[in-house]
């Protein structure tokens, strides 16, 4: 048995399959068909390599036209905001709601998130209540300050009147006293009188005279003794009586003066006392917390600080907003219409760059497109140890397609000519003169040709402007014949240099002048003063 099924799969392996019978029957066929594949593949080559062989030998022109030429330095660098901000949060409430997400723009004033605000409203409650209880005790204190001012002018008034009354009264007694005193006195000098002409009649009178008028004139003189005794005693007693009176009268004018003064200060006290209660804000300090709360409760709306775009968002409902000790942003809000870049460039090309030069700005990631930009500061020192200083640029707007983290190059136009002919570097060669010059290719185009003399001149169509010449000379395909160009040379002056392009005037110089390329590497001198073409064309000189 299994014998058998090993000769039934031998049997199997050497049957061929159905393409394998389709080709070989077929086989002929197949070999035709891939031979003139070949054919065609080989004649295309052929074509192209003959092709290429043919332009090749061509001579490589240029068309003259003005230009404007930049000398530039070259720069790379990084987009980056002209202003960044990074939106805190100096609370640590949780976060209720947040209205912008990343890449929303945004203006000055808008707000980004809210805070939970419960407990700064129930602080707030709390303190406004503190202040009305405050200010209601402070009116009463006022009041109460008001109602003893008014007491201590009341009791001024009062004691002024009475003692008043009492100095008056004693004023009186006094005056009494002192008219007593004066009539005393001048009864104690009337007195005196008699008692002195007594004396005087006495000692007149004869020592040896009447002893009975003498003895008349003793009596006399001992009455009006007696009588100016009495008067003196009774002065002495007035003037007593009035001394005590004027005491009483000086120390009542004291004790009203006194306690006038008194009162006085009392009322100053009183009226003190009621300015103070009135510059008096028991509530001042709540007041201050009040302010406080109302900050802290302004301050739960999350608000951008500036127009621009949400790059970074970090806000998530129900965490903590932050505080002062969290270090990250809630949010980062950027100005993405004004645009710098920051540029290392190399000293020795930093000296020639000034503030206010204009900037070329190109990104490989938005190709064909470019923008205009100035040069806003240079570093005042190197800023790395390879001598290389820092130039900020910014953009003008707007800047399109372009956004922050692009990578740009930098053109920084330090000098400029408009509207001037210039060529590349290989176009301007020197003669033996030394002096700078460029080839113009004079036209017709004569075609030296012994097989077929009657197409002597091609026409310019036949010049291609911007490739050199056509590969098709004479419409048949024939390129054996040789073609000979005039080429004239022009004595130019140098100017303005690029990395690319030598700026060159001469009067001769005409807009749309034909020139050669590359009259030093794509051809060589023939020792009869012309030139040729590495195709082997002619290119006679004229004109030395």
């Not at 005693?233 to 007035?238: G, I």
Request: net charge negative; charged share 25%; glycine share 6%.
């Amino acid at each position: 048995m299994a014998e058998s099924t090993l000769s039934l799969n031998k049997d199997k392996k050497l049957k061929p399959g159905r393409f394998r019978l389709f080709f070989r029957r077929r086989r002929k066929l197949f070999i035709f068909i891939a031979v003139i594949l070949a054919v065609i593949i080989i004649l295309l080559l052929f074509n192209n390599k003959k092709n290429t062989n043919n332009n090749s030998n061509l001579p490589r022109t240029l068309l003259l036209t003005r230009m404007d030429l930049n000398q530039l330095i070259n720069g790379t660098g990084t987009l980056q905001s002209s202003a960044t901000y990074n939106v805190y949060s100096i609370l640590s409430y949780p976060i209720t709601n947040i209205y912008v997400h990343e890449g929303d723009s945004v203006s000055e004033g808008q707000i980004l998130a809210l805070l939970d605000t419960g407990q700064i409203e129930d602080n707030i409650a709390e303190v406004v209540k503190n202040i009305n209880d405050a200010e209601a005790q402070d009116a009463l204190s006022l009041s109460q300050a008001e109602r003893r001012l008014q007491d201590a002018i009341k009791q001024y008034s009062i004691d002024e009147e009475r003692l008043n009354k009492e100095v008056d009264k004693a004023g009186s007694k006094l005056k009494d006293a002192n008219a007593a005193k004066k009539n005393a006195a001048d009864e104690a000098a009337k007195k005196k009188i008699i008692l002195d002409q007594a004396n005087d009649s006495l000692t007149d009178y004869p020592a040896d005279g009447d002893p009975e008028e003498i003895e008349a004139l003793q009596k006399a003189v001992a009455e009006a003794k007696i009588g100016y005794d009495a008067a003196v005693t009774v002065y002495d007693a007035k003037k007593s009586a009035a001394e005590q009176v004027q005491t009483s009268y000086d120390l009542s004018v004291q004790q009203r003066d006194a306690t006038l003064r008194q009162n006085s200060i009392s009322i100053e006290n009183a009226r003190d006392a009621v300015n103070n209660q009135k510059l008096k804000d028991s509530a001042a300090s709540f007041r201050v917390q009040l302010i406080s709360y109302e900050d802290n409760l302004e301050n739960c709306k999350i608000t951008s600080p500036a127009s621009g775009t949400i790059t970074e968002s970090s806000a998530k409902i129900g965490n903590s907003a932050g505080g002062t000790g969290i270090s990250s942003s809630l949010f980062v809000i950027e100005d993405t219409d004004n645009l710098i870049v920051s540029s290392r460039i190399p000293e020795y090309d930093a000296i020639n760059i000034k503030p206010g030069m204009p900037v070329i700005i190109t990104s490989d990631a938005v190709d064909k497109e470019e923008w205009l930009g100035n040069v806003k500061s240079i570093s005042p020192k190197a800023t790395d140890e390879s001598s290389n200083f820092t130039v900020i640029v910014e953009l003008t707007p707007p800047v399109g397609r372009l956004t922050i983290g692009m990578s740009v190059k930098l053109n920084i136009v330090t000098d400029s000519n408009k509207n001037v002919f210039a060529v590349p570097y290989d176009t301007v060669t020197i003669n033996p003169q030394g002096q700078s010059i460029v080839y113009a290719l004079s036209e017709p185009i004569n075609i030296i040709d012994d097989s077929d003399t009657d197409n002597e001149y091609y026409t310019q169509q036949h010049f291609s402007l911007l490739g050199g010449f056509s590969s098709q000379f004479n419409g048949s395909g024939d390129n054996t014949q040789s073609l000979e160009l005039i080429g004239r040379p022009i004595i130019v002056e140098t100017g303005m240099e690029t990395d690319y392009y030598i700026e060159i005037y001469a009067s001769e110089l005409m807009e749309g002048m034909i020139l050669l390329a590359d009259p030093e590497d794509k051809s060589t001198v023939l020792s009869d003063g012309g030139i040729t073409s590495s195709g082997g064309f002619p290119i006679r000189r004229v004109g030395f």
